[in-house]
């Protein structure tokens, strides 16, 4: 059990420290990209909720953001900045993440929809929000938000480019009568 916990122990310390030497530690430049996001949805046959789904929130930190769900779609703009007590550290980089299933749908009484939202295919891509420029194989993040994607669906293998053949498309499942 002791060895099996040193591997382990290992494995984190080098995972931390490849994640700590990427990154950059001239925080006085502005970043190149990231900020606020402004995220379009439109909705695979959207239509057929525009009388059910009035408005559409996701929270981040301490911020409920709400968008206006009208034909089929709606548009939500995430802060500029996420505080750092909603960050979790991963490595030296401060980050919060957030897929399609974040995003609530609500009534015009302001009562959730018993539905979800999905980003096809395969919940891929997440919304993630970085506290610093960061880079890594394929995947390069700018201070603020940045749009990520999962090739192949698997948690390890990201990157800043849409994959081959990708195309951004959302999707609604009611559960409702």
């Not at 959207?46 to 548009?75: C, H, M, P, Q, W």
């Not at 880079?135 to 090739?151: E, H, M, Q, T």
């Amino acid at each position: 059990m002791t060895k099996f916990k040193n591997v382990f122990l290992l494995a984190a310390m080098a995972v931390s420290a490849v994640c700590v030497a990427s990154c950059s530690d001239d925080d006085d430049k502005p970043a190149a990209g990231g900020g606020s996001l402004s995220i379009t949805a439109v909705v695979e046959n959207g239509s057929e909720y525009n009388d059910l789904i009035d408005e559409v929130r996701v929270v981040v930190g301490d911020v409920t953001v709400t968008g206006k769900y009208a034909k089929g779609g709606f548009t939500i703009v995430l802060p500029a900045s996420v505080p750092d007590k909603y960050l979790e550290d991963r490595g030296g980089i401060k980050m919060l993440g957030i897929s399609a299933d974040n995003f609530r749908p609500y009534d015009k009484n302001g009562v959730g929809v018993d539905g979800r939202f999905r980003y096809s295919p395969d919940d891929s891509p997440w919304f993630m929000y970085v506290d610093r420029d960061a880079a890594r194989d394929n995947l390069s993040l700018k201070k603020g938000w940045n749009i990520v994607y999962f090739p192949d669906n698997k948690d390890g293998n990201m990157t800043s480019t849409p994959p081959s053949g990708f195309t951004d498309k959302w999707s609604f499942s009611y559960y409702g009568n």
